[in-house]
C-alpha cells in the first residue's frame, strides 16, 4: 500500500489537537487585550469623534466584565479557553487558584474560597467601573 496521498510528518510540527492543548501564557492574552483596546480606541475616536476618554473608558469596563465572566465560569466548572483561563486567574489568584504552587483552576469549581474572591473582585470592579464613569462625565 502507498503512502502517496498522505502527507509527510516535518519533525518538530505541531499539528490539531497538539496545537490545541498548550496553554496561553497570561502575559500574551494581557498583551493581546492592550493591543485589541488600543485599536478599538482609535477606531471610535477616528470614525465616531469620541473623546479617547470615553472610548478608553468603555473597553476597560467591558474587560472587567469579561473577568468577572470567566472567573464566574471557572467557579461553574465550565471550561474555558486559553485566554479566559487569563482572565480567570486574575481574581482567583487571591484564593490560591491557578498560581504554580497553588491548586489548578479547574478546583475552583464549587469552592467556597473562590466564590469569595470573585465576590470581592465584582464589588472592585463595580467601584472602578463608577471610578470611570465619573472620570469621563467631569
Do not use: C
Amino acid at each position: 500500500m502507498s503512502n502517496a496521498h498522505t502527507p509527510a510528518k516535518r519533525k518538530g510540527a505541531r499539528h490539531g489537537a497538539d496545537f490545541a492543548r498548550r496553554p496561553m501564557p497570561d502575559g500574551a492574552a494581557w498583551i493581546a487585550l492592550l493591543l485589541i483596546g488600543a485599536f478599538a480606541v482609535a477606531l471610535t475616536t477616528a470614525a465616531f469623534g469620541w473623546p479617547w476618554r470615553q472610548a478608553a473608558a468603555g473597553y476597560l469596563i467591558a474587560v472587567l466584565f469579561l473577568v468577572n465572566l470567566s472567573a464566574w465560569r471557572a467557579y461553574g466548572g465550565r471550561e474555558l479557553a486559553g485566554w479566559q483561563q487569563a482572565l480567570a486567574r486574575l481574581p482567583l489568584r487571591f484564593a490560591g487558584f491557578g498560581t504554580p504552587v497553588g491548586r489548578p483552576l479547574g478546583a475552583a469549581s464549587g469552592d467556597r474560597r473562590a466564590l469569595t474572591a470573585i465576590l470581592v473582585a465584582f464589588l472592585m470592579s463595580a467601584a472602578i467601573a463608577a471610578g470611570l464613569i465619573y472620570w469621563v462625565s467631569r
